[in-house]
């Protein structure tokens, strides 16, 4: 295995805000049909469905042994109380929810999610021993000004600052510039290594050089079959954070065969 993959690559499909838990039981159902297990011997998988459908998806899961983990794409700071509206990390967990999405560019965008508050959120993922995907990545308008490090920065320190290494080892930040969200056009290679590299260091400049060489980077923003390969291949991407093409299980296992190709 070549250094750049010492990491174990780490596939997550966001459904974002799509699928009812009907629909939802059938695209969960469709992935068991079409991935095997041989297919992620060398990749991790996770699926992000919206809460109504997780206790469904929880069932096709692990009733026919679709082998993959169960996430969420947020939740509340505390465990329970009086919070209208909110989902409780304790309650994900007792699903056998073991990743969770923190501090996405469409929460930090439409939710007014700070900093501040991603960082109250990764404590209570971790506090309740799941996985937190926390979320970075600069504008175009930030990155048209050179401003793509300072923003990176901002957004890591902020995050991970009050973290016990150990933790921070064990998380994963995912690299999502904001302009290739959705947008079919995807960071270059180049780019986005430069991005996994630049995160890097400022977890090592924070959380020390063992949780730097630990903690997993993924690429998120128009991820698809054809651009798995040359985005695995950079040194500091060790995964992908799909939107879009993770709602179609073709396309979805085609990026895990990919990555997994990749891998190997
Ligand atoms: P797309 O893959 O649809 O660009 O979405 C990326 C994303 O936001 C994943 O969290």
Request: aromatic share 4%; net charge negative; glycine share 10%.
């Amino acid at each position: 295995m070549t250094a750049h993959l010492r990491r174990r690559p780490l596939i997550s499909g966001n459904w974002k805000m799509n699928f009812d838990h009907f629909e939802a039981i059938h695209a969960s159902r469709d992935l068991g049909l079409r991935l095997t297990s041989a297919d992620v011997v060398p990749v991790d998988v996770t699926v992000h469905p919206p809460f109504t459908d997780i206790r469904s998806v929880q069932t096709v899961i692990e009733a026919e042994g679709v082998p993959v983990a169960l996430g969420a794409q947020n939740c509340a700071v505390e465990d329970s109380g009086a919070y209208t509206g909110e989902v409780s990390p304790m309650m994900l967990a007792k699903l056998h929810v073991e990743y969770v999405i923190i501090g996405h560019s469409e929460r930090r965008r439409y939710f007014a999610e700070t900093d501040e508050l991603v960082a109250a959120k990764l404590h209570a993922v971790i506090r309740n021993g799941m996985t937190p995907i926390c979320c970075v990545g600069e504008t175009e308008a930030e990155r048209e000004v050179g401003l793509t490090k300072d923003r990176l920065a901002d957004q890591v320190e902020g995050a991970i600052g009050g973290l016990a290494p150990e933790a921070v080892a064990e998380m994963v930040v995912a690299y999502e510039p904001i302009w290739a969200i959705g947008t079919g056009q995807a960071a270059t290679p180049e780019d986005a290594q430069e991005a996994g590299g630049w995160i890097r260091e400022v977890v090592g400049r924070v959380a020390g050089a063992e949780a730097a060489t630990a903690v997993r980077i993924q690429y998120g923003g128009s991820v698809r079959a054809e651009n798995t390969a040359e985005l695995l291949v950079c040194p500091d991407i060790d995964g992908l954070l799909v939107g879009g093409a993770s709602l179609d299980a073709v396309a979805f296992v085609a990026i895990i065969r990919a990555a997994a190709d990749a891998a190997r």
